[in-house]
């Protein structure tokens, strides 16, 4: 097990650095102009002789491979660079924001793992029954349903219908202070968004694994020993059920980041995903580079954790290597 | 079941993950009830500012809330003085400007205000190590000097009528600014000012969060606390307008419209200079003939497009000027009068072809015009632009595109642009119709050139008597009533709802860039609320 994280650890290097050198080179090639996004609209009025001093100053001048070496250079020293578009340190930008977007995902992947699962096994147990009808096709509905689309729903109903939860921030408009009980409130809508979006996906998995598990051998033989429904249910069926979902754990890992994207967006949420949309139409070649290195490591560490939790949950399997 | 799951779920995390995210971001010890108190205002802005360095340039145009300039524009637009006592003194020859600065007043870190403060702003921006994309504007400047602690004096590199004006931008202070990197520094994001206003904080796509200055040297603000929170959809910024998250937004005319006569709130419509236009590039054979030019000018229905673009917020513009100003040129209005547009065509030997589009010489009467992608309201001024013309047999075809695709075709191909600056006619029309300025950057987009106008704009900035640049300013208007280098569309009212708590506000004049310094709250720190401290 320790093996085969220390190897993956060591096979992310390449990764990332093949990934910061893909964005520089795509950032590059893109036709956005990293000079035009960091003047804005006074770029609009300002000479020719001061956009090429901008540029200048900026270092966007330079051939690509000589930025690419130089950011990476000291970043692996430290020192992320200064992002053009937040006129501040990247270390900064993601230290104020990571942990707000942490938070949201977090808390929306809980959601959807806890319902999903309870909603999945519950559905397995009768399977074409009442509640397995009505919440499987509740779950094929929302995967077709874009998060943003929720997003506006929610704050439709919740926020101006019941008039219960706020539409949007991380606390109320008015307060300049960051409190555990605005955060909590301001963190409902959001995060229940983004975690009933991912659901369906647990919810199907979960059921299709319970129902599968529920006839194959071990199970029918617990049941035959006359082992209490519930210790079936959760002792055996479960455990199989969940080896499918410990995989989708992983892969659900970019598309929380991307759903977060959307979702941050709707409902004014200082995250990560705000700054990586600003940094990739600003080509704010430091900020994009530092965040995608951020955005490459989760998605290989949902792939270990997967992997890891497969092996724990399925002795069977155990770690490759 | 599923609502009690959800909300363990919720709780559950929180327990976990927000003791430690919220522990390093919370400030112990405040209670903070959210709710809107009397002597509090939130507002909604479409807008964010890249940094609140007034070095990197914002607040240049005066109205910065954190800030002040030297001097600044009351309702009216006129100058007053603010951190200088009075209106600067001006040599005769136009070079050298003397200013006088306000005693006493202090940032409000507490370290007081001087004339070194005033020479670090303005060398720092000048300074081409800055990066500061509006430097252009003070390219007058050739030095600035204090004169003892209370005295700044500035010497131009040639006489510039309107640069009193310019000396509304910010004044930052060097024992903060000058201690660290000017472009990148925590200065930029954690400004110190001498404002009536300080920033307590910024939460970057979210909210700018404002704390009245206790020691502000015009009197202490009754509104408390301002915050403007940033919500750049236009539907999102009128829902949390409705549900009462805010007390007044930037909204859109048909937006606005479902606010008429709801209770609390009070629809203020900013009347401004901020003009939609078509360039005519000189170097497109088409656009560039002086009868295609005035032809479009008339064929074009500008009433119609106030009316069903604008939803009636707005007025038909002839010139970058807008017709209510004390700078417009009367007799320069020109109505929409397809059969003479069709005349000035047919006299100048464009002939209608087999398809309705005219050709002469071999040259089909036909031009690309692009717009911005997404600028809703471009596109719709673009369609109708395309439209009017098409009826005068000229085939006008719209495109989309970002400034990335768009400059590189600026010399050929028609732009729907905007612009509009209210403080001085000058700050405009020169970089827009100089002719030694075409194609310098975005400056005189169509790279106009005439004579009679570069003369006029050169005559209007730089001298001093106001009589001779009403007259200059005249001047160009008539040409370009004459050679309409571009045909102006309409001029754009902005449309604000506020929380009728606050009292009757007012609106400046307001410029192209809006949301941020204008908007009713341009002087919120004067607002009496109904039941705050009198």
Sequence with gaps: ?321 | MRARSVRGGVALALATVLSITAAACSNPGSSDKGSASADSAVVGIAYEPDSLSPLLGYGKDGNSKIFDGLLALDGNMELKPALATALPDVADDGLTYTYKLRQGVKFSDGEPFGAKDVVFTYRTILDKKTNNPSRTELDAVKDVEAVGDDTVVFTLAYPYAPFARRTVLPIAPEHVAGRQDVNSGSFTTRPIGTGPYVLTKWSKGEKLSFRANPGYWGGAPKVKRFTMAIIKDDDVRATRLRSGDLDGAILPPNLAEGFEGGSGLSTYTAKTYDYRTVTLPTHNKVAGDRAVRRALDIAVDREAMVDAILNGAGKPAYGPVPTDSEWFAEGTERAHDLDAAKKFLDEAGWKPGKDGVRTKDGVRAAFPLWYLTGDKLRQEHALAYASDARKAGIDITTEAGTWEVIQPRMKQDAVLAGGGSPADPDFDQYTLLKSDLAGDGFNNMARYDNKAVDAAVEAGRRSGDPAARKAAYDTVQRELAKDPGYTFLTHIDHVYVVGSRFGALTTQVEPHDHGLASGPWWNVEKWTPEGADK
Excluded at chain 1, 298 to 314: F, I, K, M, R, T
């Design chain 1, 1 to 321: 097990m320790a093996r085969m994280t220390a190897r993956r650890a060591l096979s992310a290097v390449p990764v990332l650095i093949a990934v910061t050198f893909g964005v520089f080179a795509v950032a590059a090639a893109s036709p956005f102009d990293p000079v035009k996004a960091y003047a804005g609209t006074a770029g609009l009025t300002a000479s020719q002789e001061n956009l090429d001093q901008l540029r200048a100053n900026l270092g966007v001048d330079q051939p690509l491979v000589t930025r690419w070496w130089d950011w990476l250079t000291s970043a692996v020293q430290g020192d992320l660079g200064d992002s053009t578009v937040m006129r501040m340190p990247v270390a900064d930008v993601i230290g104020e924001r990571l942990g707000w977007s942490l938070l949201l995902a977090t808390c929306a992947f809980l959601v959807a793992i806890l319902l999903g699962t309870a909603l999945g096994v519950l559905a397995a147990r009768r399977p074409g029954g009442a509640l397995d009808r009505c919440v499987s096709s509740a779950a094929y509905t929302l995967e077709a349903a874009p998060a943003f689309w929720l997003g506006l729903l929610a704050i439709w109903f919740f926020a101006l219908e019941l008039d219960i939860l706020p539409a949007g921030g991380l606390t109320d408009a008015a307060s300049d202070t960051v409190t555990f009980g605005q955060v909590a409130t301001h963190l409902v809508l959001p995060a229940a968004v983004l975690g009933i979006s991912q659901l369906p996906w647990f919810f199907l998995y979960v059921r299709q694994g319970v129902t599968d598990a529920l006839d194959e051998d071990p199970v029918r033989g617990a049941r035959a020993r006359g082992l209490r429904e519930r210790t079936v249910l959760l002792g055996h069926a479960l455990r199989s059920g969940m080896l499918p979902m410990l995989t989708l754990i992983g892969s659900r890992v970019p598309e929380l980041i991307t759903g977060a994207l959307l979702v941050e967006t709707v409902f004014s949420w200082p995250g990560i995903a705000a700054a990586t949309v600003q940094a990739a139409t600003s080509v704010d070649f430091s900020l994009l580079a530092a965040l995608t290195v951020l955005a490459t490591a989760a998605v290989l560490l949902g792939n270990l954790l997967s992997d890891l939790l497969y092996g724990l949950a399925d002795p069977r399997v155990g770690f490759d290597g």
